[in-house]
T-cell receptor, first 113, second 115 residues
């Protein structure tokens, strides 16, 4: 069973606000990911990290940024939220890359009004 | 262009019967395939996986079949239970080009199991 935690679970904020979505895992996994999913659509990879001080952009372009200062922590930040950022954001981790199962947190639902 | 396709957006099955969820992929470099289950307000939960060296993997009520020549995999749930009602995502990965082994997901199939 995965031990990966996301906060907040639900957030409603006004346009132009800065937000940080927190993600922590206790499994010691090197690789971490952020996916974005709109209802009825596939999950799109927006950021990933191989380990401390490593961050890479995913397949879907995103205005968000991430950091990886500690192995267990992979926060995502939006400097100025817009209604187009309304979505579900899913954090995940795995021991390594291909051939490894990734485990997801419960997700953060962001609504920008 | 979608590399992982789940062509059935929804599936309805009677409790106790078999549920068969299908997934097609286009990239022959994929060598690892997974199924996830997702409830509306939660993150995806890993169900079962299969590597390309196998054609079948079984775990309790869940069996995944892989047909590499057809680039097709399926998830069988027997017997289906109302608690299985969720969205099921197929995902695939492989090392090629700039993929970095990251998972590519399909759009999901919503399974409804009726009592």
């Amino acid at each position: 069973e995965a031990d990966i935690y996301q906060t907040p679970r639900y957030l409603v904020i006004g346009t132009g606000k800065k937000i940080t979505l927190e993600c922590s895992q206790t499994m010691g996994h090197d690789k971490m990911y952020w996916y974005q999913q709109d209802p009825g659509m596939e999950l799109h990879l927006i950021h990933y990290s191989y380990g401390v001080n490593s961050t890479e952009k995913g397949d879907l372009s995103s205005e968000s940024t991430v950091s990886r200062i500690r192995t267990e922590h992979f926060p995502l930040t939006l400097e100025s939220a817009r209604p187009s950022h309304t979505s579900q954001y899913l954090c995940a981790s795995s021991e390594g890359g291909g051939g490894n199962t990734i485990y997801f947190g419960e997700g953060s639902w962001l609504t920008v009004v | 262009d979608q590399q992982v396709k789940q062509n059935s957006p929804s599936l309805s099955v009677q409790e106790g019967r078999i549920s068969i969820l299908n997934c097609d992929y286009t990239n022959s470099m994929f060598d690892y395939f997974l199924w996830y289950k997702k409830y509306p307000a939660e993150g995806p939960t890993f169900l079962i996986s299969i590597s390309s060296i196998k054609d079948k993997n079984e775990d309790g009520r869940f069996t995944v079949f892989l047909n590499k020549s057809a680039k097709h995999l399926s998830l069988h749930i027997v017997p289906s239970q109302p608690g299985d009602s969720a969205v099921y995502f197929c995902a695939a990965s492989g090392y090629y080009g700039g993929s970095q082994g990251n998972l590519i997901f399909g759009k999901g199939t919503k399974l409804s199991v009726k009592p």
